[in-house]
């Protein structure tokens, strides 16, 4: 019709195509433009393999768990940018999945036997059980790029992102990646209805979904790490073996970011962190573990 603005259908990335490890070698499933929105399904960290509370989690098949959808080409980006990936809108289905199991999570050694709970979700919330129900807190467990080298198992976070299991990385976040391949080669899966810091029993409540991104480049030399953006804070995400490594990692960027957006020298940085800035645990759960370092956005208002 003349003088009517054609309506363009958003586009949508299908779940069939997914990585089990984040890698330079993957071929992308799709090409996505810069600043254009687009969705992407994911299925539950389970692959879709637990249905009822008859299916437990040692019955699945793990080769198959922790898929990520992907991966996706951005046009226009190559190794050495910075790319910000905003998390625009986040669909959940209808049911979420919490397992147990043996050796599960942080006191995995109490559960004797596996058990499965169906969580079903209604009206912005998830009904854990008859008396108690949960808002819904929606947010991206495994969300990546290619790293350098190698193939790194999507359950395992690092610097490339992936299983971050950061419940910042929401609706109305940004999350920033250093790119090591042309196109950066994105992938995301692993949705939670809900978790709570740590991700303490080893799992959210985990959830099949769609999300809708928007991806743009960020004029900054380079990053080490992803930055998650909030509306209050800006958050480095730091991933290592174990608490102290991962803590000293992310303070340390934090300092550097400090010294740079102030101009500060390293003593004043170090103290204005300590004065103004907050340790949080992201999951203590994954091969590796992940914590965020907070500067709040009253002392630094734009970090690129
Ligand atoms: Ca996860
Ligand atoms: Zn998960």
């Known amino acids: 019709m003349p003088g009517r603005k054609e309506c363009k259908e958003e586009k949508v990335i299908k779940k069939d195509n997914v990585i089990y490890n984040f890698s330079p070698i993957h071929k992308p499933i799709d090409t996505v433009d810069l600043g254009e929105d687009f969705w992407v399904e994911t299925d539950d960290c389970y692959s879709g393999q637990i249905k009822t509370e008859k299916d437990l989690r040692p019955n699945i098949d793990i080769s198959i768990m922790d898929a990520a959808t992907g991966p996706i080409r951005?046009?226009?980006?190559?190794?050495?940018?910075?790319?910000?990936?905003?998390?625009?809108?986040?669909?959940?289905?209808?049911?979420?999945?919490?397992?147990?199991?043996?050796?599960l999570g942080t006191l995995g050694e109490m559960i004797k036997e596996a058990d499965t709970k169906i969580i079903p979700l209604n009206g912005g919330y998830a009904y854990f059980s008859e008396k108690i129900k949960l808002p819904l807190t929606p947010m991206v467990g495994v969300l990546g790029v290619a790293p350098q080298e190698g193939e790194i198992?999507?359950?395992?976070?690092?610097?490339?992102?992936?299983?971050?299991?950061?419940?910042?990385?929401?609706?109305?976040?940004?999350?920033?990646?250093?790119?090591?391949?042309?196109?950066?080669?994105l992938a995301i899966s692993d949705l939670h209805a809900c978790m709570g810091d740590g991700e303490l029993s080893g799992t959210g409540i985990e959830i099949a979904g769609r999300v809708k991104l928007n991806i743009s480049k960020v004029q900054v030399n380079k990053i080490l790490m992803p930055v998650v953006e909030t509306e209050e804070a800006y958050m480095v995400i730091s991933s290592e073996k174990n608490f102290a490594d991962a803590a000293k990692k992310g303070i340390k960027y934090a300092v550097e970011f400090l010294q740079t957006a102030l101009q500060l020298d390293f003593p004043d940085a170090y103290r204005l962190l300590s004065a103004a800035c907050d340790l949080?645990?992201?999951?203590?759960?994954?091969p590796l573990i992940t914590v965020r370092v907070s500067i709040p956005k009253h002392l630094v208002n734009s970090l690129f």
Do not use: R, W
Request: charge should be negative; charged fraction near 15%; hydrophobic fraction near 40%.
């Open 74 to 103: 951005v046009n226009g980006v190559v190794a050495g940018d910075v790319i910000c990936v905003s998390i625009k809108e986040i669909e959940l289905a209808s049911q979420g999945i919490m397992v147990t199991s043996p050796g």
């Open 280 to 286: 949080k645990i992201s999951q203590i759960v994954n």
């Open 153 to 185: 198992h999507c359950a395992t976070p690092g610097d490339h992102g992936a299983n971050m299991d950061t419940k910042d990385i929401k609706v109305g976040s940004k999350v920033y990646f250093p790119v090591f391949v042309e196109g950066a080669n």
